[in-house]
């Protein structure tokens, strides 16, 4: 069984551009979370989708938006690109047992390493 | 709001030591979970126990062995008879109360030297 994809692997791109990052989650699994490592700061929480909404937001500005397709794929966009962005971009996924879920376990995919220059 | 501290950054090994990781968590939920992943080198982070609010049970699995104490609020990690293997960046985790916003401490590096 396949596990949680991420595309691409690497990313490089400038200051004041956009970034699109995509994911693939386990199949079966309904829920899609974006976290944010960057260097020294642990994983920081960005964005939890599930069923196509979005469930939560963490503490980042708006120009850190995504999306949940039909088939559960998510898409992470960063616009308007600052240094500080430069990050390992991780998502998971999870099963949903419905709006009140608690304690899933998430399956990690690899990530995507941004570097904005 | 939750909170997971992991105040050892990084630690540092030989081979065969015993090593405990901590974690400290404030939440004002009466259920949560608690979680650990172990992240090796190629980034992936691999899930490696849960555990609920109202279990406060040790859990040993092989080497590795879970300290949970609801009274410390603290859920720490224990190797034993570490390897080089072991050698990852260790995140403690912790989920509220209905709803699975899982938030993560800021990892314990560790090296095992051999």
């Known amino acids: 069984e396949a596990g949680v994809t991420q595309s691409p692997t690497h990313l490089i791109k400038t200051r004041g551009q956009q970034a699109t990052l995509r994911c693939s989650p386990i199949s079966g699994h309904t829920s899609v979370y974006w976290y944010q490592q960057a260097l020294g700061l642990g994983l920081q929480f960005l964005l939890w989708y599930d069923e196509g909404e979005e469930r939560n937001r963490g503490n980042f500005p708006p120009r850190f938006s995504g999306r949940q397709f039909p088939n559960y794929s998510s898409e992470l966009n960063v616009n308007a690109l600052e240094l500080e962005d430069s990050a390992l971009y991780l998502c998971?996924?999870?099963?949903?047992?419905?709006?009140?879920?608690?304690?899933?376990?998430?399956?990690f995919g690899s990530g995507t390493q941004l570097s904005v220059l | 709001a939750q909170k997971v501290t992991q105040a050892q950054t990084e630690i540092s090994v030989v081979e065969k030591e015993d090593v405990t990781l901590d974690c400290v968590y404030e939440?004002?939920?009466?259920?949560?979970?608690l979680f650990w992943y172990k992240q090796p080198p190629s980034g992936e982070l691999v899930f490696l126990i849960r555990r609920n609010s109202f279990d406060e049970q040790n859990e040993i699995s092989g080497r590795y062995s879970w300290n949970f104490q609801k009274s410390t609020s603290s859920f720490n990690f224990t190797i034993t008879a570490s390897q080089v293997v072991d050698s990852a960046v260790y995140f403690c985790a912790l989920t509220p109360d209905n709803n699975n916003d899982m938030r993560f401490g800021a990892g314990t590096r560790l090296t095992v030297k051999p």
């Open positions: 939440t004002r939920d009466t259920t949560y979970y």
């Open positions: 998971a996924s999870s099963l949903d047992r419905g709006h009140t879920i608690s304690g899933e376990k998430l399956f």
